[in-house]
Nanobody, 122 residues
Framework: QVQLVESGGGLVQAGGSLRLSCAAS????????MGWFRQAPGKEREFVAA????????YFADSVKGRFTISGLNAKNTVYLQMNSLKPEDTALYYC???????????????WGQGTQVTVSS
């Protein structure tokens, strides 16, 4: 079992920045791919970014490339999503997830956090 706890969400003006954190615990957590997804009201959950613990390979959705970065701190089993140049369309509930493979598919992730709300005002 893997437990994930997100933090760092909030209200920010367009153009601002936020950093989300995901604290992971459980067996073999360092072998998983850690991903961030988001879900806006009335929309499906979508991939944002992912990182592999072992090689540190990072992946991003086209909509956030150049604005978001993802990083992990192995010693603390924590993954960060740094979000810059935020836009109103980034408003969503952001989820941290852990899966066995590096993929953008929601279905491939086995464990999920409760989510943290990000609201970007125009």
């Amino acid at each position: 079992q893997v437990q994930l706890v997100e933090s760092g969400g909030g209200l920010v003006q367009a153009g601002g920045s936020l950093r989300l954190s995901c604290a992971a615990s459980g067996r073999f957590v360092s072998t998983y791919t850690m991903g961030w997804f988001r879900q806006a009201p009335g929309k499906e959950r979508e991939f944002v970014a992912a990182i592999t613990w072992n090689r540190g390979n990072a992946y991003f959705a086209d909509s956030v490339k150049g604005r978001f970065t993802i990083s992990g701190l192995n010693a603390k089993n924590t993954v960060y999503l740094q979000m810059n140049s935020l836009k109103p369309e980034d408003t969503a509930l952001y989820y941290c997830a852990a899966g066995q493979t590096a993929t953008t598919s929601v279905r491939e992730y086995d464990y999920w956090g409760q989510g943290t709300q990000v609201t970007v005002s125009s």
